[in-house]
């Protein structure tokens, strides 16, 4: 039987990937993609639910589907206000998952940080964090939060900094060996092959998904 997948944050740079797969991957035959603009010239199997995820309980009656493949997330430099940043990284993964359990949805994929910590003193690490505590606290089927360290790929928008990261950490990456693994680079296209590969595996004994993992599931997927 084919499957119905749910994207929210398709026009991201992962969430792009994510799509783009789903589309061409003949298990699925509707992808439902939740988000603030349309995305021009996709095909029919794509259905577009236009509207403010920051008030995620009116898509409810739309919000079914196999799987969930929740790809939102904003910086600081987009987002300086601390309040809407938590909506945003916060507020949005967690009110998706819990409308996926109301609506009996069985698989969430979520994309956090490395480092994500509920009680960490560091804003950013803390929202992840805690995200990642509620997301679970739904205890849905088949749960797996993803933690990329950098992640790589072609930004639509400038991001000098971590541009400037990208390229040191692709000089220092043969160094990176052992427990140090976590901490390399993982191309977009790869997180979205790893979370698409993970949502169709029946068993996968881990919930929360490191840098390494990731390289390995979406690499041998």
Do not use: W
């Amino acid at each position: 039987m084919k499957k119905t997948a749910i994207i929210l944050g398709a026009s991201g740079l992962t969430g792009s990937h994510v799509l783009q797969k789903l589309i061409e991957d003949d298990r699925y035959d509707t992808i439902k993609s939740f988000s603030r603009s349309k995305i021009e010239g996709l095909p029919k199997k794509v259905k577009q639910f236009i509207g403010d995820l920051l008030e995620f309980n009116k898509f409810k009656n739309d919000f079914t589907a196999d799987e969930v493949y929740c790809c939102i997330g904003t910086t600081a430099k987009k987002t300086p206000d601390k309040t809407l940043y938590k909506k945003i990284d916060f507020g949005i993964p967690v009110a998706a998952a819990k409308l996926s359990k109301e609506n009996n949805i069985p698989t969430f994929l979520v994309i956090s940080a490395m480092g994500g910590n509920k009680n960490s003193t560091v804003f950013y690490n803390k929202t992840k964090g805690e995200m990642e505590h509620n997301v679970l606290k739904q205890q849905l089927k088949k749960t797996f939060i993803l933690r990329p360290s950098l992640i790589g790929g072609d930004r639509q928008e400038s991001r000098l900094l971590e541009k400037i990261g990208l390229v040191i950490f692709k000089v220092i990456q043969p160094l990176f060996i052992g427990k140090l693994k976590k901490y390399k680079i993982v191309n977009a296209e790869t997180i979205a092959q790893a979370m698409i590969h993970l949502a169709n595996r029946n068993h996968y004994a881990d919930v929360i998904i490191t840098s390494d993992d990731i390289n390995k599931l979406g690499n041998n997927a």
